[in-house]
């Protein structure tokens, strides 16, 4: 168990696992999730750790097929500018490594914002928090759970 199915267990959420044998050659964890499952990239999110104007990391969940705004980003999380956080800031703040970073049950509660793409979902693909791990819930319950909000952050 991840502390990301931990914390989905916790809360009494609906959820379901799915894993895939993940090839550690490969650094393109997203897509690859959603060729192994055979779920469209629009419907399999990452998680990316931002680093805001005044030094505070945030959290940004965004389809895999689209690169995340730095404007909206900033703007959607209340600051000037955005810049993605080193690897170990990441790992730090997660606990999670990268390809395996879950909004789910991070070590530190972060402002979390879900694109707003994720509400046309009925569900959507998380990391689990390991490689190779994927958890399907609903945005809904994704954004209970991290206390998140929707806003327009990919292109």
Request: net charge positive.
């Amino acid at each position: 168990m991840t502390p990301g199915i931990n914390i989905a267990k916790k809360h009494k959420i609906a959820y379901r696992l799915h894993a895939y044998c993940h090839d550690p050659s490969n650094n393109t964890y997203g897509p690859e999730a959603a060729e192994k499952l055979g779920i469209p990239m629009d419907r399999v999110f990452k998680t990316l750790v931002v680093r805001l104007d005044h030094k505070e990391l945030a959290v940004g969940v965004i389809p895999v097929s689209s690169k995340l705004s730095m404007k909206h980003f900033a703007k959607a999380a209340g600051s000037k500018k955005a810049v993605m956080a080193e690897a170990a800031e990441v790992q730090r703040s997660t606990g999670y490594v990268l390809g395996g970073v879950s909004p789910l049950g991070q070590k530190k509660h972060l402002k979390t914002i879900i694109d707003l793409s994720a509400r046309t979902c009925d569900t959507v693909f998380v990391s689990a928090g390991r490689r190779g791990l994927e958890i399907e819930l609903s945005p809904e319950d994704l954004r209970n759970i991290v206390n998140g909000t929707f806003a327009e952050i990919s292109q």
